[in-house]
C-alpha cells in the first residue's frame, strides 16, 4: 500500500514561513504527479501545488509567487516551501500522489495531513 508520509507545518505568524516535506514510496510508478491540496474549515479542499515526474509545477493563484515545489527524485520526497504567509493559508495540507504502475490505471493516494496554522 503506497503511503505518503508528511512532515513540517505547525504555526507560523503572518509573512513567516514554513516547510512541509512528503516522502512516498514510488517505485514502478510512472507519470507521477506530487504535490499538496488543502482545506480550511468549511471549505472543500482546494489544490495548492504539484510537481510532475518531470518537473512541471502547477500552483493555485493564490499561492504563486509565495509557494515553491520542489522534489528529491533520489528521497523519493517533494518539498513546499511557503514564503509570505497569511492567516488564509490556515489550512490542513494533504500530500497527494497520483502514478501508474505497469499494466495498471492511475491511482491516486493521500497522506493524512498536517495542520499550518497562520497568526495575524
Known amino acids: 500500500q503506497v503511503q505518503p508520509v508528511e512532515s513540517g507545518g505547525g504555526l507560523a505568524q503572518a509573512g513567516g514561513s514554513l516547510r512541509l516535506s512528503c516522502v512516498v514510496s514510488?517505485?514502478?510508478?510512472?507519470?507521477?504527479?506530487m504535490g499538496w491540496y488543502r482545506q480550511a474549515p468549511g471549505k472543500s479542499r482546494e489544490l495548492v501545488a504539484t510537481?510532475?515526474?518531470?518537473?512541471?509545477?502547477t500552483y493555485a493563484d493564490s499561492v504563486k509567487g509565495r509557494f515553491t515545489i520542489s522534489k528529491d527524485n533520489e528521497r523519493k520526497t517533494a518539498y513546499l516551501d511557503m514564503d509570505s504567509l497569511r492567516p488564509e493559508d490556515t489550512a490542513v495540507y494533504y500530500c497527494?500522489?497520483?502514478?501508474?504502475?505497469?499494466?495498471?490505471?492511475?491511482?491516486?493516494?493521500w497522506g493524512q495531513g498536517t495542520q499550518v496554522s497562520v497568526s495575524s
Open positions: 514510488t517505485s514502478a510508478f510512472r507519470d507521477t504527479v
Open positions: 497527494y500522489f497520483r502514478g501508474t504502475r505497469p499494466f495498471d490505471t492511475p491511482r491516486e493516494y
Open positions: 510537481i510532475t515526474n518531470r518537473g512541471t509545477t
